[in-house]
């Protein structure tokens, strides 16, 4: 093991320590900031190391991290497309990030401006009436779609209707927020393409349903062909149709979740806008809804004048507040960036380029992976295992197996509808060049599979972290340098 592989724990020499602030000129310290019935009666179990320590260890780290800048992400459902650094460089600019939210508005225009005007972007790609940015994140916006569906009902009267329909297919998220939104989760069955089973759906729609939620691409990134006859029968049962936008990436230029009769949507600004994703934060989860609704959506609002100017507003009939002030700013500026950058004729090869990339590497597999829908898909698509099963090499082998040649795996066991589903979405963003390496590699994995299968059960083999006892390691968590230390000394 190298010296900086070890744990900073392990860095730790008594005695040592690294740059320490001298009291400020009025003769205090960091430390009596602190209320004294705060302060701890004794010294905490910190690692004594230099500040070079520091840095060395920390900068060894992340150069261990594997994200979309250093490799190819196929996780499907994920959309882990590239983030442009322009993105990054524009929400990074001072003007901007020196901004605070209870500034007077006439400081602030040109932020509201930039709120407002994606509003607008957003409600026009989606097909939609009006937006609000304030939720923070998908599920988030999930649940504030939710509460404008709930809202939108009980301002009507209309108390009883307090069931979502979820197929069962669908993301984890959508019956978590429709629970968290206090409403009950009535499943639909799916057919055998993933696709909702109308016949199924029928005799569900009373007048105790609120609404539905889908995307569309499916789970299984195969498009609804039925889905105006679903919109028709659910608004007929007096029902909204809720968007899961997890999967709009594909329909980008080609079809808006409005105009197939959704009325609610949230859309994943980091899946679909090309704004860091994953890693806990930041997020952004906007939500659009047909004008009827608009009413109800979460103060405050950004409005625009009639002399052009921008203000900040709350509305009598909203569902109230979901979040601090106006959202997660920096992030919303990044999915401008990404937008305007694109344009109004490039932003619509979007779903073309990602659903090409999708079919060039299905198609590139099936011989040796088993495709249990045919037919061409859009963003992405799911095999269900090896075609061959016959040495015992699992799905979660192969995921394994492809960090060994410097991929990330793609999402494994998701949807629950086949039993060793790999789900791949490759994005729009990745060459062919990329692509072709990537599908090599899927390639030469069956063929271990096959012919050296113990190579792909015990992988991963070259990774710093090699293959884990997962059932132990659930059982029986290490999470402190102390419990580590105390098993080694066993």
């Known amino acids: 093991m190298k010296y900086y592989d070890k744990l900073i724990f392990e860095l730790s020499r008594p005695g040592r320590k690294g740059y320490e602030l001298p009291a400020d000129e009025y003769g205090k310290d960091a430390m009596s900031a602190i209320p004294s019935e705060l302060m701890r009666g004794t010294e905490a179990e910190l690692p004594e190391v230099s500040e070079l320590d520091v840095v060395r260890h920390y900068t060894n780290l992340s150069m261990k991290n594997f994200g979309v800048d250093t490799g190819f992400y196929p996780l499907g459902s994920c959309t882990m497309k590239y983030n442009p650094k322009i993105n990054e460089e524009i929400a990074a600019m ?53 509460m404008v569906m709930r809202q939108y009902h009980l301002s009507r009267g209309d108390e009883k209707r307090t069931k979502v329909i979820v197929p069962n297919s669908a993301h984890g998220t959508n019956p978590a927020s429709a629970m968290v939104a206090g409403l009950e989760v009535v499943e639909v069955k799916s057919k055998p393409n993933g696709s909702i089973d109308v016949e199924d759906l ?63 949507m949230h859309i994943n600004l980091h899946k679909t806008f090309s704004t860091p ?139 629950l509808l086949f039993h060793e589903s790999m789900m791949i979405e490759p994005t729009e963003t990745e060459s062919v060049e990329t692509l072709d390496e990537f599908i090599d590699v899927m390639h030469k994995v069956a063929a271990e599979a096959r012919e050296t299968p113990e190579d792909v059960k015990n992988a991963p083999l070259t990774t710093i972290v090699r293959k884990l006892d997962e059932t132990t390691a659930a059982k029986n968590p290490v999470l402190t340098y102390r419990q580590l230390k105390s098993a080694a000394e066993k």
């Open 277 to 415: 994703h994953g890693g806990g934060g930041p997020g952004s989860g906007p939500v659009g809804v047909v004008e009827h609704l608009a009413k109800f959506l979460p103060n405050p609002r950004v409005r625009k004048n009639a002399d052009g100017s921008f203000s900040i507003e709350s509305d009598g009939e909203s569902l109230g507040s979901v979040s601090s002030f106006l959202g997660n700013f920096g992030v919303m500026m990044k999915a401008y960036a990404y937008i305007l950058t694109l344009g109004r004729e490039n932003l619509k090869n979007v779903g073309p380029l990602a659903t090409l990339n999708a079919n060039y590497i299905k198609e590139s597999l099936k011989d040796d992976y088993l495709l249990p829908i045919d037919g061409v898909c859009k963003h992405e698509f799911v095999f269900d295992g090896l075609k061959d099963k016959s040495t015992g090499v699992t799905t979660l082998n192969v995921a394994k197996r492809l960090l060994d040649y410097g991929f990330h795996a793609p999402t494994i066991y998701f949807p």
């Open 94 to 146: 001072p003007q901007f990030t020196q901004l605070h939210p209870l500034q007077d508005e006439k400081g602030v225009q040109g932020a509201l401006e930039l709120y407002y005007n994606l509003q607008q972007a957003l409600a026009n790609i989606a097909g939609l009436y009006e937006f609000t940015l304030n939720p923070y994140a998908g599920a988030h916006g999930e649940l504030t779609g939710l």
């Open 202 to 264: 029928k005799p569900l729609l009373d007048d105790t349903v609120a609404g539905i939620m889908m995307t569309n691409p499916n789970t299984l990134g195969m498009f609804e062909t039925e889905i105006m006859e679903i919109a028709a029968l659910v608004h007929e049962a007096g029902g909204l149709l809720y968007y899961d936008g997890a999967n709009l990436n594909p329909l980008l230029g080609k079809v808006r979740p409005g105009d197939m009769g959704f009325d609610i």
